[in-house]
């Protein structure tokens, strides 16, 4: 599956390739079956009816009650929706603790409220790739509305202490935004367990379809929707739910239920294979291998090569993986997130993220970790204004 565009696909924290379980679910709704759920004819009846199956599945995946999921278009709406309603409730005044490594879904609604006179606290985590919970809880104040910390860094693969910070909120009377997007489906999330008030996931990072995604709020929290208009999602989100992708979310929200400990054994069996073969190169680094992390990811930095100039050869050879850097206006720029955890700049312009996904064979691994030491070696014999060009 994964060979679908002539490569092996290494890039499952981007976006994952739809299951085909979940295809079979969505397509009477794309073929044959529609309507608005809003509405109160038997066409409508029956798509609410399925949109309803689907919350009930994705509530199970998350031990919440189906009336606190809100279905969404994406993580970023659902990320947004929760940083701006919170930001934005008692006046132009106010203060959010945000950690560094979270997605810009959520950095950017942060700074936007900086700019409409917030304060913002940015709390770097160490190099373990972990924020440290007494650090983020220390930067309460009184006045904060909301602390977000994310539960799977999209990058490194770490898991954070969202279960501490939240228990230390809830003592101050701050609610916690949980950015779990990353990490439902590949590692257990029960919102009971961890505490918090918000959380939010993505169809896609799971094998389930793009354009759909879920936001849990804690019954009784307060969400003022980002979207309005129409009475949908209990007038907590406004617009016509896009029936065939939620309910292929349901279906992935179910079968992640039923497969999970299956998933989590032969992903962690992928990474580890992959990190045990990287130990015949020199002078590569895995990034946070002792810390608690999702079995998906392996993030790692070679030393003296561009992790740029590797994906893109990798690319050439067939294997589709990530960097720790951003194009931007032709100039690669490191991660911002790698730089405040204490990565110096040309380890983090070094670093290459390797994503595990369902579909990936222990052939595509072994080949994948064949390529990249071809690659390395090539680089490394290779004259600098040689390599500069790849
Ligand atoms: C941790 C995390 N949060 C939020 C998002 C945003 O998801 P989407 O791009 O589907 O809106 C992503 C996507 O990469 C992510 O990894």
């Known amino acids: 599956m994964s060979l679908a565009m002539g490569a092996a696909y290494f890039d499952n924290n ?11 679910a969505m397509l009477p709704w794309l073929e044959g079956r529609h309507g608005n759920s809003s509405s109160v004819h038997r066409f409508g009846q029956a798509a609410s ?29 659902a ?47 160490g190099l373990d790739g972990r924020v440290d919970a007494e650090r983020l809880l220390a930067a309460v104040r009184a006045d904060t509305r909301l602390v977000s910390l994310m539960l799977a860094s999209n990058e490194l693969g770490t898991l954070q202490p969202v279960r501490e910070v939240a228990a230390g909120c809830r003592a101050r009377g701050v609610p916690v935004l949980c950015d779990a997007v990353q990490a439902v489906g590949k590692v257990p999330v029960d919102v009971g367990e961890l505490g918090v008030d918000y959380l939010t996931l993505g169809g896609h990072k799971f094998h389930g379809p ?13 969400l ?29 929200a ?39 992390r999702l079995p998906t990811t392996s993030h790692l930095a070679i030393e003296g090569v561009q992790g740029e100039t590797l994906m893109i050869r990798l690319d050439l050879a067939g294997f589709a993986v990530s960097t720790g850097s951003a194009c931007s206006s032709g100039v690669v720029e490191p991660s911002s997130s790698l730089l405040t955890m204490g990565m110096s700049e040309a380890e983090a312009l070094s670093s290459l993220r390797v994503s595990f996904g369902l579909f990936n064979t222990v ?24 390599t500069s060009d790849v």
Do not use: K, M, Y
């Not at 981007?14 to 079979?24: H, K, M, W």
């Not at 073969?277 to 020199?282: P, Y």
């Open 224 to 252: 003022d929707p980002l979207l309005v208009g129409g009475g949908h999602e209990r007038r907590r989100r406004a617009s016509t739910v896009n029936v065939p992708a939620v309910v292929g979310l349901g279906v992935a």
């Open 254 to 292: 179910e079968l992640a239920v039923r497969e999970l400990e299956e998933r989590e054994r032969r992903l962690a069996a992928l990474r580890d294979r992959f990190e045990r073969r990287l130990e015949a190169i020199e002078g590569v680094v895995i990034h946070c291998a002792s810390a608690e």
């Open 49 to 77: 009816e399925a949109v309803e199956a689907a919350r009930e599945r994705v509530a199970a995946l998350l031990g919440a009650s189906p009336a606190e999921i809100v279905f969404c278009g994406s993580g970023t709406e």
């Open 79 to 125: 990320n947004n929706a929760v940083v701006f309603s919170c930001g934005r409730s008692g006046g132009p005044s106010g203060h959010l603790v945000v950690s560094t490594l979270e997605h810009p879904s959520v950095l950017a609604a942060a700074a936007r409220l900086e700019g409409e006179g917030l304060a913002v606290s940015r709390v770097a985590p």
């Open 210 to 222: 793009l354009g759909a995604a879920a936001l849990w709020t804690r019954g009784g929290a307060h």
């Open 14 to 24: 981007a976006t994952t390739p739809l299951d085909r379980r979940v295809l079979e």
């Open 363 to 386: 052939d595509e691994v072994d080949a994948l970790a064949d390529a990249l030491e071809r690659q390395v070696a090539e680089l490394r014999g290779a004259p600098a204004a040689a």
